[in-house]
């Protein structure tokens, strides 16, 4: 059965030639493009052109939420479902509502920063197709792996040759 | 250029040693857990810290059955045993959110190599502080209704005024985000485990604990967000949850608790007594797993030095309760100073403390044991003793005699309370031994960005000379040769 091309992985030995070829790629059109570090490296986000994330904008309101969440509850039981006169001080005793409150602020923030970054990455997702090139387990040890997915607008029978003119260690087929 | 290559390594010293690449770097650390041939002391520790932890699990069993009886608590002194022991651990495991959250905070590259096994550590310790007022409850099934609040069929809700449910809300939390903190930080490990793995089933497990990692480049930009905003918000956490701890006691009236000194006073004391449990448990882990390239000598004096540094505050501390003591001009409190320190029962316990954090710790000002690994850890331990001590001091000495002599009485633990605490330790010692085994020990990917090849373009190396020339005039008045 014949397969389906997913895209072409060039294999690189450094985070400089990785990012050198990355800023050819981008700088060629091609948009569909990916890396794989066994690090973070921050100078591939401008060479691959990689977006500012949304995440801290999501973390703040999660933690926004957290906090009227603890406030709102300790309101609820201590002014409205269930008042309870203590000497005669007041119900409304908001700075021992402050810990709890922060508390779930963190909380809340957490879980949005944590599950956030998964849900965007698309994780989990045990199956990908660059998994099938047998030489990417090593993308998680020490070499660097740059894509070019077949679905980019620019891909066509020169890619491969583009590709090999970056330099790379080795080209591979990805098959889908 | 000799010269600046000298005074490079004295300026900043190297945090990995020895000739590494990415791939070597891999297999040392991973091959602890993939390939190497369990060794036998692994079992004989193991086997050791399994057994004592069974202590608990009877403990724990006896008390079920019969009751909080079993313990010494009394009255006056209604908080005995439990919650030092609560303190003791909850306050070991604020170093491993130390290193983890406020030196990334700070960019302190020496934490990468410590902040694995620090935030193991952190998790255990804290499960084993919940442990503890979670029993003392004695009957935890019941005591939901006013720990945590839902709808129950009594219409009744927790007192959020209290200190307590603050202490609940906040150790939780505290958990919680430890952990998402420490399995965050383990994707990509894992992720490395499962592409070394050749056993089929370990393949599978670590495949699925990584969720599928493949270091992609937006996966790393959200990635490195993430963790740094986790960081960011656990770094406020770790200060709140000890202060809040430290309400449990400065909130109330009793003498010698009621001092505003308490919150910084126990923060300092937890990283205090956490640096000592990092430091205990890094020493021999070092050796063993031979891993001195990545927890170098210079990780230690730092430890050291830290544990210095908080040891001071801890000092001051002491030196002002005892002050406040007196200041206060209420005979309650200045009652309590002298039953403290000389006049009662327990003054001998307070010595014990002075000696141990107050005495000891003056040791790390010299060299000769700062750089030394035996004192270091001799000095750890006698630490941990004294941060036990100094919880006993706190608590028993200021309830056994407070404001009535009619209700003064004596406080001594049982067997229970003790072979409780000490089935902590080996239920702690347990969980590390088993962490140890199956995860990686190191941050496997962080240490890959300490090596130089991991620089783009050779920037940072650029950056650091040009700062060392400067330094380099400063220090000789002629320019270097080129």
């Known amino acids: 059965m014949e397969k389906n091309l997913y895209g072409l992985l060039a294999e690189f030995d450094t985070p400089t030639e990785l990012v050198d070829a990355a800023n050819s790629v981008r700088e060629a059109g091609y948009t569909k493009t990916d890396a794989f570090s066994p690090f973070p490296l921050h100078e591939i986000d401008e060479a691959l052109g990689i977006k500012k994330s949304i995440l801290p904008v999501l973390v703040f309101f999660g933690g926004i939420a957290g906090l009227c969440l603890g406030l709102g509850l300790q309101i609820f039981v201590h002014y409205i479902d269930y008042p309870l006169n203590v000497g005669g001080r007041p119900y409304l005793t908001w700075p021992s509502f402050i810990p709890p409150s922060y508390e779930l602020t963190i909380l809340l923030a957490g879980f949005t920063a944590v599950f956030g970054m998964l849900f965007l990455n698309g994780l989990p997702r045990p199956y990908h197709p660059v998994f099938n090139v047998p030489r990417f387990a090593l993308a998680t040890r020490e070499k660097f792996f740059l894509l070019i997915e077949t679905a980019d607008p620019k891909f066509d029978e020169n890619t491969r040759s583009f590709m090999e003119s970056l330099k790379p260690q080795e080209v591979f087929d990805v098959e889908e | ?482």
């Open chain 2, 1 to 482: 250029m000799q010269d600046l290559k000298r005074i490079q390594q004295k300026i900043y010293p190297p945090m990995v040693e020895g000739d590494h690449t990415f791939g070597t770097v891999s297999d040392k650390i991973g091959d602890v857990t993939l390939k190497k041939k369990t060794p036998f002391h692994w079992f004989i520790g193991f086997g050791i810290a399994f057994m004592v932890a069974q202590c608990l699990l009877m403990t724990v069993g006896y008390l079920l059955a019969k009751g909080m009886g079993i313990f010494g608590n009394n009255q006056p002194v209604g908080w005995a045993f439990p919650i030092i022991n609560f303190v003791w651990w909850i306050g070991i495991g604020h170093a491993g959110t130390l290193i983890s959250a406020i030196l990334l905070l700070l960019n302190q590259k020496w934490r990468t190599s410590i902040n694995r096994f620090a935030e193991a550590m952190t998790l255990f310790a804290v499960a084993n502080a919940a442990v503890f007022p979670l029993l003392h409850t004695g009957r935890p099934w019941l005591a939901a209704y006013w720990l945590f609040p839902y709808p129950n069929t009594m219409g009744v809700w927790p007192q959020f005024r209290s200190p307590l449910v603050w202490d609940v809300f906040a150790v939780s939390t505290y958990a919680t985000i430890s952990l998402l903190f420490w399995y965050v930080g383990l994707i990509p490990d894992l992720a490395t485990l499962r592409d070394r793995a050749k056993n089929k089933y370990f393949k599978a497990v670590y495949g699925l604990l990584s969720w599928g990692w493949r270091g992609s480049a937006r996966h790393w930009h959200r990635y490195e967000i993430a963790y740094l905003l986790l960081a960011g918000i656990s770094t406020p956490l770790v200060l709140s949850v000890h202060s809040i701890v430290s309400f449990d006691f400065s909130v109330s009236q009793v003498p010698g608790w009621h001092a505003t000194i308490f919150p910084p006073y126990f923060v300092a004391g937890a990283i205090f007594a956490g640096f000592a449990m990092v430091l205990i448990l890094c020493i021999p882990l070092r050796v063993w797993y031979n891993m001195k390239d990545f927890i170098t000598d210079t990780h230690l004096v730092y430890m050291g030095k830290v544990m210095l540094a908080t040891g001071l505050i801890v000092v001051y501390g002491y030196a002002m309760e005892a002050f406040f003591g007196w200041y206060s001009a209420s005979q309650y409190e200045v009652f309590m100073i002298k039953n403290r320190i000389w006049n009662g029962p327990y003054w001998l316990f307070y010595w014990m403390l002075i000696f141990c954090n107050g005495i000891s710790i003056q040791f790390l000002w010299f060299k000769r044991f700062r750089e030394s690994p035996f004192w270091l850890f001799i000095i750890s331990i006698i630490v941990s003793v004294g941060m036990w001590l100094e919880r006993f001091v706190i608590i028993i000495t200021s309830l056994n005699r407070d404001f009535l002599p009619s209700s003064w009485a004596m406080y001594s633990p049982t067997i229970f309370d003790i072979s409780m605490f000490i089935g902590t330790l080996g239920f702690f010692f347990s969980l590390i031994y088993l962490f140890v085994r199956f995860l990686p020990i190191i941050s496997i990917f962080e240490v890959r960005t300490l090596l130089p090849s991991a620089n783009v373009h050779g920037r940072q190396q650029d950056f650091d000379e040009s700062v060392l020339e400067v330094e380099y005039t400063w220090e000789r008045t002629d320019p270097p040769n080129k």
